[in-house]
């Protein structure tokens, strides 16, 4: 099969839905400060503001399955796409601090489910020797996302629009909203889903325009691995066999590390980094320049990890961001703590996410999904996404109170779990670098 110009078309888009979980996952970090002042919000009011949007993810990523399988990822998309511009429009425009959290809200369900559908959609579109790279653009997208709202929130802080500088740094997301809205009108449907429907014709008609050479061929094996799949539909990822939980081990696998990729304070530290500056008492317009540089060694890193995540391994990257990201996260701390060298306290910073993106932020979704059997690997992912929105949510809502009382405290526990991390990995997780997933399911001992 090759790539023509729809299957990149196909990709792109739903690659597109991962920029605007970036940046609506990074852009509230720039609207913190003029949002305590215009609501007069205290710690815990703040962490609410920023918190409630993770809230709307754990929903999002949980119901968007279901619609996705119902109506198609595609048209789940256009969903998400309008949940984001009514989210942006929403906090643009917000009288009230109450209507600034229902929008956050909403754009907090579009999050949660295009980090479901979006990779779908292109895993059901790309053909087999693509299909790593095309998915993995979704992961690249979602960093450059976190750039653009570093840089967007920098340049609106230029214009100094005063108490208003928040309602342009979160409303100006409608931007791509819009076009991500109307770029999804111009796909078509996946020829997989159309064949769960029985709409076969359709079906065909998508192969043959994705460059497919025999249709008819794809379409009988498209139909055959559907069928094998209703008949394991029904099974159970907490099913209990003699001895304890059937699927004990990928459970306990990605339940780990879900919850240790939170527990670096990644999101946090992204969603509070102008607040972490100005407590090193850098300016605000400062702390934005310096959140861009952060953003792009971010992008830069997360390129080097998918660039070396079949080569070193998953298992060593784990280890290897463990030890770096401990290092990184104790001089944070101590910066804080001593009331000395703030001015390295960027390059501490820089460093941190260099460590992070190259191991949890490249390995996560992979491991993930390569623990568990094809006969409940999706319920094993909604799993670990679940554990993943659920742990952000409490972290991020927790962070602004904690570090009230004193900045270094959040990092000190950071740097903490990042040692329990290494730890665990090197004595519990098994590396599946070239490891067929037979062979894998062999090693965690399912049957």
Known sequence: ???????????????????????????????????????GLTASQLGLTVSIALLGTIVGALGSGVLGQRYGAREALRLTALLYLLSALGCAFAPSWGFLLASRLLGGLGIGGSSVLGPVYITEIAP??????????????????????????????????G????RWELG???????????????????????ALQGRLEEARDVLALMGT??????LDEIRA????????????????????????????????????????????????????????GFSQLSGSLQAVA????????????????????????LLVGSVGTAICLSCVAAIFLLKQHQDLLVWALVAYIAFFAVSQGAVIWVYISEVFPTRVRGKGQSLGAGTHWTMNAIISGIFPVVAARSGAYPFIFFAAMMVLQFFVVLFFFPETKQVSLEELQRKLQID
């Open 294 to 317: 952060i953003g792009a060694m971010n992008l830069l890193a997360t390129l080097v990890g998918m660039a070396l995540i079949d080569r070193l391994g998953r298992k060593m990257l």
């Open 163 to 166: 108490l208003a500088e928040w």
């Open 213 to 218: 050479p025999n249709p008819q061929a794809e």
């Open 172 to 194: 100006v997301a409608a931007l791509p909203a819009a076009i991500f809205l109307g770029l999804l009108f111009i796909i078509p449907h996946s020829a997989r889903w159309l």
């Open 225 to 280: 691995a559907l069928h094998e799949q209703v008949n394991v539909k029904g099974a159970a990822l907490f099913e209990f066999r003699k001895g304890g939980l059937r699927y004990g081990k990928p459970i306990f696998l990605a339940i780990a590390i879900a919850a240790f990729n939170q527990l670096t304070g990644i999101n946090a530290v992204l969603y509070y980094l102008n607040d972490i500056f100005a407590a090193a």
């Open 1 to 39: 099969m090759t790539v023509n110009k729809y299957i990149v078309r196909g990709a792109l888009v739903g690659a597109l839905g991962g920029l605007l979980f970036g940046f609506d996952t990074a852009v509230i970090s720039g609207a913190t400060a003029s949002l305590t002042r215009a609501y």
């Open 128 to 161: 087999p020797r693509l299909r790593g790279r095309l998915v993995g653009t979704f992961q690249i997208n979602i960093v450059v996302g976190i750039l653009l709202a570093y840089l967007s929130n920098f340049l609106i802080g230029l214009l100094h629009l």
